[in-house]
């Protein structure tokens, strides 16, 4: 190493000029994840590993959140890191994200099989909020997000595929980084209240990261 990060993707790893990748290893307790990150090729926020799919990751064995056998759908997948932490402790997961970002999300899945496979391999679906969310079964356990709070135009339509996903025993974990050029504690404030119970459950101050549990209001 040279010491010099400014750069960390060389120019011959490139397929393109403005196309870029890069691999890392995640240890998310004790199972080492690797994840290909795309950047370039119009992926934009789906492209990178977001410290908030860490954090809840994280989070989840913290709390013990029960997962084995688990249907748990993942929600703006992006790399998959998250999804496919969920899998590897046990859970049903099934990955979406917008149709552009699945390739390299799929690939994120295959490279990341368990020694002896998995008990149930996920399953990586195209869902476009407010637009083919019916074509979704609404039965899940739990739901998960990181970092999708980002575009003030979509927070309607991402409430009204929550909505359809989730029953009264569902459980929804967000987690997001409060960044007020997004108005992302207006979706947690305004938006998500009104069709659901939102509590804020930890707080990262240093990072301005929290995370969030919802549930379908009665």
């Known amino acids: 190493m040279n010491g010099e990060v400014d750069d960390p993707f060389p120019v011959e790893?490139?397929?393109f000029?403005?196309?870029f990748s890069s691999d890392s290893v995640y240890n998310l307790s004790g199972?080492?994840?690797?994840i290909k990150q795309v950047f370039g090729a119009n992926l934009g926020v789906a492209a990178p590993v977001w410290e908030a799919a860490i954090q809840l990751s994280n989070y989840l064995v913290e709390r013990s959140v029960e997962l084995k056998g688990r249907r748990v759908i993942e929600l703006g997948a992006g790399t998959g890191l998250l999804g496919i932490f969920a899998a590897r402790l046990g859970a049903v997961v099934t990955l979406t994200d917008l149709p552009i970002a699945l390739p390299p999300l799929q690939?994120?899945?295959?490279a990341n099989t368990p020694p002896g496979g998995w008990s149930t391999a996920p399953t990586v679906l195209p869902l476009s909020w407010g637009k083919d969310h019916l074509t979704f079964p609404a039965d899940w356990?739990?739901?998960l997000g990181a970092d999708l709070i980002y575009l003030p135009e979509t927070f309607p339509l991402l409430v009204e595929t929550l909505a359809h996903l989730c029953h009264s025993g569902t459980v929804v974990f967000f987690?997001?980084?409060m960044r007020r050029e997004h108005k992302t504690q207006e979706f947690y404030e305004q938006y998500l209240p009104t069709r659901f119970k939102v509590e804020l459950v930890k707080s990262d101050e240093r990072q301005n990261i929290n995370i969030y549990e919802v549930t379908l209001q009665t």
């Open 141 to 143: 356990d739990l739901v």
């Open 13 to 15: 790893d490139c397929l």
């Open 31 to 34: 199972h080492k994840l690797r």
């Open 107 to 110: 690939a994120n899945v295959s």
């Open 175 to 177: 987690c997001s980084k």
């Open 17 to 19: 000029e403005e196309t």
